[in-house]
Structures are given as structure tokens and as C-alpha cells.
């Protein structure tokens, strides 16, 4: 693959992983569940 497709693809994923962050801020049901099954580990 040359460079600037390498690049255009790790801004698309970086990009995917924030809107995915963002859009799981908006389920506070959601990080509840997740912040107690952590909580459970320790």
C-alpha cells in the first residue's frame, strides 16, 4: 500500500474509535455497567 493510503486508513480508525467513544458517553447506563464489572475484578 503506498503511504498516503497507510495514512487516510489510520485517520479513518483513529477517527472510528473516537466517535465510538463518544457515542457510548451518551448511554450512561452503559459505563455504569462497564465502571461496576471493572470495579468487580479488583
Known sequence: ???VA???L???????A???T???YHRPD????LAD????CF
Do not use: E, G, H, T
Open 10 to 16: 489510520a485517520w479513518s480508525v483513529a477517527i472510528a
Open 30 to 33: 452503559f459505563l455504569v455497567r
Open 18 to 20: 473516537l466517535l465510538a
Open 22 to 24: 463518544f457515542a457510548l
Open 6 to 8: 497507510v495514512r487516510a
Open 1 to 3: 500500500m503506498r503511504p
Open 37 to 40: 464489572q471493572l470495579w468487580s
